[in-house]
C-alpha cells in the first residue's frame, strides 16, 4: 500500500504532503472553481440562443420597415418604427461575433468594421434628410414667442428640393405643411409676419404661401401661383 507523502515524495490521491503551503493550496482551489464559473457564464448564450437572436432580428428588421411603408399611419409612426428597425438590424450584426475569440481576431474585426461603417452610413443618411433651414422668424406676442422655420430637405424622386414650413411656439408645434416642385427648387425663400396669426412664405418672389390660423381650428393654407408657372406637388 502506497504511504502519504513525507513532503519530498509522492502522495496518494487526496493526500496533502505535510509541509504544503496554505496559499498553494488556495491557488490550487480557485484554479479548480474557476474554470467551472466561466463556463457557466459562457452557457448562458448558448449557439442556439444566440442563432434565434439573429434570426429574430434579421427577420424582424425588414417587417418593421415593411409595415412602416404599407401602414404610414400607425400609432406609432414611421420615424419610431425605422429606429427600432435598425436597432434590431444592429443586433443582428453583433451576433456574429464570435464569443470564443478576441476582438482583435480578424473575423471579428471584419464584423466589427462592417457594424460601424453600416452605422456611420445611416447617419450620415439621417442628417442628410434632417436638411437645413433656409428662413425663419420670430414672433413674440409678450407672453411666449411663436417661431416659424423653413426647412429644406432633398428628396430625389421629385429632382428636386422640398420645402417644410412649421409654426411653432416653443417646442410644440402648431401648425405644418410640405411645398415642392417638380424638378424646380426655389433659391431665394423670405417670411412675412404681419400679424400673429397670418404669415406668408414667398419663394423666388414669385410664389407666395399663406397660412391663415387660430386657437380651436384648423390653420388654413393657400398657394398664390404666378400665371403660366407651374404649380407645387403639394396643395392645400
Known amino acids: 500500500m502506497p504511504l502519504a507523502s513525507d513532503g519530498f515524495g509522492p502522495c496518494r490521491d487526496g493526500a496533502r504532503p505535510p509541509f504544503a503551503r496554505s496559499d498553494d493550496v488556495a ?16 452557457s448562458r448564450l448558448t449557439p442556439s440562443k444566440i442563432r434565434i437572436l439573429r434570426q429574430a432580428a434579421l427577420v424582424g428588421a425588414p417587417l418593421l420597415m415593411l409595415s412602416s411603408l404599407v401602414w404610414p399611419d400607425l400609432v406609432t409612426g414611421q420615424v419610431t418604427l425605422r429606429v427600432v428597425a435598425l436597432a434590431l438590424l444592429l443586433i443582428g450584426l453583433l451576433t456574429f461575433i464570435d464569443p470564443s475569440v478576441q476582438l482583435r481576431h480578424p473575423r471579428n474585426l ?21 436638411g437645413r ?3 425663419a422668424a420670430t414672433y413674440n406676442p409678450g407672453i ?19 420645402f417644410i414650413i412649421t409654426l ?3 417646442q410644440y408645434p402648431v401648425t405644418s405643411f410640405r411645398y415642392f416642385w417638380l424638378a424646380y427648387t426655389p433659391k431665394r425663400v423670405r417670411i412675412e ?12 418672389e414669385r410664389y407666395v404661401a399663406t ?15 404666378p400665371p403660366g408657372a407651374p404649380a407645387p406637388g403639394d396643395q392645400p
Open 110 to 130: 471584419a464584423i466589427i468594421l462592417m457594424i460601424v461603417t453600416f452605422a456611420a452610413g445611416i447617419a450620415g443618411v439621417f442628417l442628410w434628410r434632417t
Open 211 to 225: 397660412c391663415s390660423w387660430s386657437w380651436g381650428r384648423e390653420a388654413t393654407w393657400t398657394m398664390l401661383v
Open 144 to 162: 411666449a414667442p411663436f417661431d416659424i422655420t423653413v426647412r429644406e430637405v432633398p428628396v430625389p424622386v421629385t429632382h428636386s428640393q422640398h
Open 133 to 135: 433651414i433656409v428662413a
Open 27 to 42: 491557488y490550487r482551489r480557485r484554479e479548480a472553481i474557476l474554470p467551472e464559473s466561466m463556463s457557466n457564464d459562457m
Open 193 to 204: 409676419w404681419p400679424r400673429l396669426e397670418l404669415f406668408k412664405v414667398i419663394f423666388d
Open 168 to 170: 411653432k411656439r416653443g
